[in-house]
């Protein structure tokens, strides 16, 4: 199983979403026990798909 976190852009944002890539890059080269693992992404004209693996518990936020 994995997560799908989908981010929803326009032309107007163009350099978040250049910075998003950028992190999501770094975010491919880490590999810990602790961090989620990263699969891999999916631009299209509006979305920006980043698969991740999927973690059981719910969000980190409902913890806190």
């Not at 799908?4 to 944002?13: E, T």
């Not at 999916?42 to 980190?60: D, H, P, Q, W």
């Amino acid at each position: 199983l994995m997560a799908v976190k989908q981010v929803m852009f326009d032309n107007k944002n163009e350099d978040r979403i250049v910075a998003l890539e950028i992190e999501i890059d770094l975010l491919s080269l880490i590999k810990h026990k602790n961090i989620v693992s990263y699969y891999g992404m999916e631009r299209t004209e509006k979305t920006l798909n980043i698969f991740l693996e999927r973690v059981a518990g719910g969000s980190l936020s409902s913890m806190l």
